[in-house]
């Protein structure tokens, strides 16, 4: 058995684990043993309607159970799995279909039927079919917000270590139970489902879950890891203040999308007592770069740390050279986790993927910039559209939001750098007035990094994956302006 291969994590667990619990939803649970026959009942299916060795297979669905087994499935089947946010607009989607050119499209419409075949195939298993770790075994396409959505490929052998590296730092174990917000169409989601079968874990799908029943939903199911973005470790921290029931016992938070807010970290670790709260820095196009080791995640703080077992990251200039330690550059990633490219996007990709001169090694220039510090750990920076000058000092719009946070009542913030038109400016979700949080931020900030101008929002809007949306942003504050 080829161990490089999506669903040869599932055979290993199944072989390892069978009637090991490996996935729940709202409606039920499969053990391992039940997913693997539904997956291969998947195959069977797949194989009926002419799916063949590398085509693709389009699905926009809610994750559930019936979509990892279409995970599993379409990687028996030799065929690119390619799951698309249900929250996508019908543009973007129509965008991706072109793109991708797939043989089968599967949305609630369509999925009925398929599913009623597949629950006639159960039992059944199709023809094996060779398939090569360098063979891709998902395309994740980006969010499109603001252009036309990127397919990162992702090939079997890349997908595997990456799973196994952070595994090897974040060690998931056999009662662990993973409560996962996340879809399968972000990569932050896909790979928890993948680091469970390699734990043996059990993951929970709870990206349908209440936000009222969040806690109750944790304890119920004993959830022992949780992976957050900033917003919803804030609803987490603010939910499990108010909360007089004992919490769930929960030992890892792991967090990536942007950084959290210290106060953030800070109230988990009250509300969930012992917890590792875990920072970790990474993009689709490699998946992860670091990941603070959880028994230092109360050391090296703003640290995302360190680069992932076999890999490495380095700090360039502009000009390409290496920056020694303390120096702000860009993040370049190298190693085995390194995606090939962009799917039919062969422009796109020689921007952000090169070979190293010298030696060839293909790196990840990730328009990120950071620095290392002497022991290796990463301090992310911004991105390159987060850093900006104003009156004479570079500055960037994370460390504004970070000191925004930190002023209590703050639930939400996100700067806005200046444009021809407006000068720096910042949006929050309080319940303060505007001169309360531009006065606080005087205390934290230098003269210079504070915003002219602060609005206050309702409710604050977020990318699909929780990141500020600052396209949004900007316009709530030029409207404010009008």
Not at 51 to 56: E, K, M, P, T
Not at 79 to 106: C, G, Q, T, Y
Not at 418 to 436: F, N
Request: net charge negative; with cysteine; hydrophobic share 45%.
């Amino acid at each position: 058995m080829n161990d490089s291969l999506v669903h040869s994590l599932l055979d290993a667990a199944v072989a390892d684990a069978a009637g090991a619990s490996a996935v729940r939803d709202r409606v039920g649970a499969w053990t391992y043993a039940e997913l693997d026959a539904w997956s291969h009942a998947v195959a069977v299916v797949l194989a009926r309607r002419g799916v063949s060795h590398g085509d693709r297979v389009v699905v926009q669905l809610p994750t559930d159970r019936a979509l990892v087994a279409l995970f599993y499935g379409t990687s028996r089947r030799g065929a690119v799995f390619v799951p698309i946010n249900p929250a996508m607009k019908r543009f973007h989607f129509d965008s991706v279909v072109a793109n991708a050119e797939p043989v089968l499209v599967l949305t609630p419409d369509e999925f009925g039927p398929f599913w009623t075949e597949v629950e006639a195939a159960l039992g059944g298993k199709a023809d094996a079919v060779e398939v090569s770790e360098d063979d891709i075994a998902v395309l994740v396409y980006t969010s499109g917000s603001t252009a036309a959505p990127k397919g990162v490929i992702g090939p079997h052998r890349q997908v595997t270590f990456a799973t196994r590296a952070i595994q090897a730092v974040l060690g998931y174990r056999r009662d662990d139970v993973v409560f996962c917000r996340f879809p399968m169409s972000w990569d932050y989601g896909l790979y928890k489902v993948l680091m469970a079968t390699l734990g043996r874990s059990e993951i929970v799908l709870a990206d349908a879950e209440s936000d009222l029943r969040l806690l109750q939903r944790m304890r119920e199911v004993g959830a022992t890891v949780v992976p957050i973005v900033p917003s919803l470790a804030t609803m987490i921290a603010t939910l499990a203040e108010r909360d007089a029931e004992p919490p769930a016992p929960v030992r890892l938070f792991t967090n990536t999308g942007a950084a959290l807010p210290d106060a953030t970290i800070a109230q988990l670790r009250a509300a969930f007592p012992g917890v590792k709260v875990v920072r970790q820095f990474g993009q689709t196009e490699c998946k992860r770069i670091t990941i603070m080791p959880p028994d230092e995640d109360t050391e090296r703080p703003g640290s995302s740390g360190l680069p992932l077992p076999g890999t490495s990251v380095l700090i360039l200039a502009a000009d390409g050279t290496e920056l020694p330690a303390g120096d702000i550059g860009e993040i370049v990633a190298a190693g085995p986790h390194v995606m090939p490219g962009y799917w039919r996007a062969p422009e796109i990709s020689a921007r952000a993927f090169r070979r190293d001169e010298t030696t060839g090694e293909l790196r990840l220039h990730t328009g990120d910039y950071g620095r290392l510090d002497a022991d290796g750990y990463l301090y992310f920076e911004g991105r390159r559209d987060d850093m900006f000058k104003r009156k004479g000092i570079r500055m960037s719009t994370l460390e504004i939001e970070a000191a925004a946070m930190d002023i209590p009542g703050v639930r939400a913030a996100g700067a806005i750098p200046p444009s021809d038109t407006r000068d720096l400016a910042i949006c929050v979700e309080t319940d303060l007035p505007p001169t309360t949080v531009l006065r606080e931020l005087a205390k934290r900030l230098e003269p210079q990094k504070v915003p002219s101008l602060c609005h206050v929002v309702e409710e604050f809007p977020l990318t699909a994956h929780g990141k500020n949306a600052t396209k949004e942003l900007a316009l709530l504050v030029e409207g404010a302006r009008k």
